[in-house]
């Protein structure tokens, strides 16, 4: 309490030194926009709290008390009187599929459904209105998470007959909400001939029944063998215009976008040439043929986009017991899941991507992928010693064998983990790797805080929602949304809201190189805003999750503001 009391007294008196010389760096002395009135968590180190914020440009001029703005606001000024509530730093998405959010509006949307019934009535709703033989396209189904199970027949998934008897004439294809399974129907498998004797590609598993036949479950890469036609350019325009709305909407300014194809790239490029993202995006390219076809790395092209992060996917996931472990899954005893990668690719792209500037960030959710990707990073580090800030991101960080969690912070690897996985997970987690490697090892902050490293936050969305309150509640409660377990689920790997907030702005922003422009409210820094209804460092817990987003500020125009805002 003291000390709580001491650092308030002292961040007081650093309010009223610095602002004396604040906005000295800016130029102009008219503000364009000024917030006041507010509780400004600044996330900067010497001045944790303020309350009002002025920005000239795309830039923060003063950060300070409303005494210290006033001087700053003309006739032109836009000032925005908070009421009190919240601003913080302008919240990252560290890892999440942009195009992904936007195209889930655009086909069926399977996300919270009770049962196999109400999935394939929604189907059926979009095939009567579709075109004849046209495809029909979904996603967001979680078997695991409905309260009708009873269709769930064969490895723990249903089976395509029901589907495909309702709906018998367009070819059906549905992603599993981690996008790593898929149920089709039969007449997709007709036309792409995949059938009893159908093998699966490495990486990948086609689900079999008794007959021998498919269920039409195809797991990681075995969904490659149901080719579904590529959205056209105006879908894909389409696509990330709804998907940069929604993250505005939900308070995100710049977006880790987890592996993206050189057609998207060059979409995000001619965007942000003409000055048309109102969100940054920090993408990355999907594989090494990728990176490879874009050589340079972009930097900051028009302030609003940068590419230089190769993706790689070493695993698959734990729900469709692809993640790869150190010892066999508990309820499938012969299965130990499977590599999507081989261990030399991530060794080539860390070589690759030491030598030419770029950072590499590897999906592992397994403790053995994970292993497997400290070793092939290692090797690679070793013959390039000069490259000190290579800054190698692991995306999931789900379960780790503890030998390896001091090696993430010996090798200086970012940890990418989504906190609301951990808690969409953890209720069935131990069916898959029983109770005590779930408990040692599964989603465990604190073992990594405690070791140095830094974690970024995110939702992987569309995999879940990408509201980042929902993330943060996660992250500091390890509680489901119903607020169950009372006590959270192995509490003890709980963040502290700092910690949270952190892990949203200034080390998201440490993530993707940006620390020196983004991440923090300080004078000379862009000026990237989010601001809350409510003070989510301080609400009683269960009011955390009914904080509204009233303003995403990015590059200092105001992109979303709810007052203004339509009601779907
Ligand atoms: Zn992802």
């Known amino acids: 309490m003291l000390k709580r009391l001491l650092s308030f007294v002292i961040a007081g008196l650093l309010m009223v030194s610095l602002s ?16 006041k009135n507010g509780t400004v968590y600044t996330m900067d180190q010497g001045w944790p709290k303020a309350q009002a914020v002025a920005i000239i440009g795309n830039q923060i001029a003063v950060v300070g008390t409303d005494a210290d703005v006033e001087p700053y606001i003309g006739p032109e000024t836009r000032v925005i009187d908070l009421n009190g509530q919240t601003v913080v730093p302008g919240l990252k998405e560290s890892h999440g599929h942009l ?33 004849p033989g046209e495809w029909i396209r979904g996603r967001g189904w979680h078997e695991e998470k409905w309260t009708d199970r009873s269709s769930l027949t064969v490895r723990g998934f249903m089976t395509h007959h029901k589907l495909s008897e309702a709906i018998p004439d367009h070819p059906v294809y549905l992603s599993r909400a981690d996008g790593h399974a898929a149920l089709v129907n039969a007449k997709a498998m007709d036309m792409m001939n995949v059938g009893k004797a159908t ?61 993206v ?77 499977f590599f999507t990668t081989p261990p030399e690719s991530v060794y080539t792209a860390a070589q690759y991507a030491l030598k030419h500037g770029w950072q590499v960030a590897v999906h592992a959710i397994g403790d053995r992928a994970n292993r497997m990707m400290l070793d092939m990073y290692e090797k690679a580090m070793n013959e390039f010693p000069h490259v000190k800030d290579h800054r190698f991101r692991n995306e999931h960080t789900q379960i780790l064998d503890e030998a390896d969690i001091p090696r993430f912070a010996k090798l200086g690897i970012i940890a990418s983990m989504q906190g609301i996985h951990a808690t969409s997970d953890l209720p ?141």
């Not at 992904?100 to 996300?111: E, F």
């Not at 079999?208 to 149901?226: E, M």
């Not at 959205?231 to 998907?243: H, K, V, Y």
């Not at 805003?529 to 105001?558: A, C, N, Q, R």
């Open 20 to 35: 004396a010389n604040a906005g000295a760096q800016v130029r102009k002395s008219t503000a364009d926009l000024v917030l």
């Open 261 to 337: 194809g050189h057609r998207t790239i060059r979409m995000y490029k001619a965007y942000a040439e003409q000055g048309k993202l109102d969100m940054r995006i920090y993408a990355m390219a999907a594989g090494l043929y990728t990176m490879r076809a874009i050589g340079k790395p972009i930097l900051d092209q028009g302030g609003f986009l940068t590419v230089r992060t190769v993706k790689l996917v070493a695993d698959g996931a734990l729900g469709s017991r692809g993640a790869a472990l150190l010892e066999p899954y508990e309820d499938d005893p012969g299965n130990s899941g």
């Open 428 to 568: 069935w987690a131990p069916d898959r790797l029983g109770e005590r490697r779930t408990e040692e090892g599964g989603y465990v902050w604190q073992k990594l805080l405690k070791e140095g490293v830094k974690i970024i936050n995110g939702t992987d969305a569309p995999v879940e929602h990408v509201n980042p309150i929902a993330s943060f509640y996660a992250s500091v409660t390890r509680k489901s949304p119903d607020g169950n377990p009372k006590g959270g689920m192995y509490p003890d790997q709980r963040m502290s809201r700092e910690e949270a907030l952190r892990s949203y702005t200034l080390d998201a922003a440490y993530g993707s190189f940006h620390e020196d422009k983004l991440g923090s409210i300080e004078t000379g820094k862009l000026a990237d805003i989010t601001v809350l209804s409510k003070d989510i460092m301080t609400v009683p817990e269960d009011e955390i999750l009914s904080t509204e987003v009233t303003f995403t500020i990015v590059d200092g125009k105001v992109r979303y503001e709810k007052s203004k805002a339509m009601i779907p």
């Open 99 to 131: 195009i992904g959010i936007g195209r889930a509006k655009m086909i069926v949307n399977l996300v919270g459904i009770s049962g196999y019934d109400e999935l394939i009535e929604r189907v059926k709703a979009a095939a009567e209105k579709a075109a």
């Open 199 to 259: 093998q699966p590609p490495a990486g990948g598993e086609i689900i079999k029944g008794g007959d021998g036949h498919p269920t039409g479950i195809f797991v990681d890469r075995a969904q490659n063998l149901i080719e579904v036609p590529p959205m056209t350019d105006s879908q894909l325009r389409q696509a990330l215009e709804l998907g940069i709305q929604e993250c505005l909407t939900n308070g995100i300014t710049m977006f880790d976008d987890a592996g």
